[in-house]
């Protein structure tokens, strides 16, 4: 007999036929201290979460498969999958809940990366690495947006949220550009060349 997974808009609250928010961001233990530090398994029917783990440490459950946290880490967990989490009383970090179809780029979609966004994925970070430090800012500074509702946070989260997740893929496929695709259309202008020096 299959077991019963709950579906959730927000863990622990009721989903509703159309939500009132395309974002959503708080910390991972605002809710967690709330059920014990564990979430149980449950799914989101078409909400995209981003964790991003500072410090402390637990266990994240895929499809009935545990792995260990070491942060800093960034979970993804696209839309109709099962997943739980088990957390450490000093677990620090920011969960992002997104409607997955305001991404700009789509899970499950043929691109490298929409096929890289439509499994769940736990990606360590190298805490000395400045790419890495970068997207744990950027992880932050949605957070920031969030809270603040400064004028344009809209474009600027939206922003940090495509930047964050095409580092984060790279981190988790090793950059490989087979499997991301590469930019080889963009150009490159340093401002200090004269124009007539450049050669093309």
């Not at 159309?18 to 530090?37: G, K, N, V």
């Not at 964790?51 to 070491?70: D, K, N």
């Not at 000395?128 to 997207?135: T, V």
């Not at 969030?146 to 940090?160: K, Q, T």
Request: glycine letters at 8%; hydrophobic letters at 35%.
């Amino acid at each position: 007999m299959t077991e019963h997974v709950p579906i959730y808009d927000l863990y622990g609250e009721k989903p509703d036929k159309r939500p009132d928010f395309w974002l959503h961001c708080e910390t991972i233990a605002s809710r967690s201290s709330l059920h014990r530090w564990e979430i149980a398994l449950h799914r989101h029917e078409g909400f995209f979460q981003i964790l991003y783990i500072q410090a402390g440490s637990g266990e994240a459950i895929f499809e009935g498969r545990v792995h260990a946290i070491h942060p800093p880490a960034v979970i993804t967990i696209p839309p109709q999958v099962d997943h739980g989490f088990r957390f450490s009383r000093d677990i620090a970090g920011l969960v992002i809940t997104v409607v997955a179809t305001h991404l700009r780029i789509r899970p499950g979609t043929h691109s490298g990366l929409g096929e890289w966004l439509s499994a769940p994925c736990l990606t360590s970070l190298d805490k000395d690495d400045d790419d890495a430090i970068y997207l744990g800012r950027t992880l932050e500074r949605i957070g920031e947006e969030f809270a603040s509702r400064h004028s344009g946070g809209n474009d600027l989260i939206d922003a940090c949220l495509t930047s964050a997740l095409v580092l984060t893929a790279r981190f988790s496929t090793g950059g490989r550009d087979e499997f991301l695709g590469r930019s080889d259309d963009l150009r490159f202008w340093d401002s200090k060349i004269p124009a007539n020096q450049i050669q093309h």
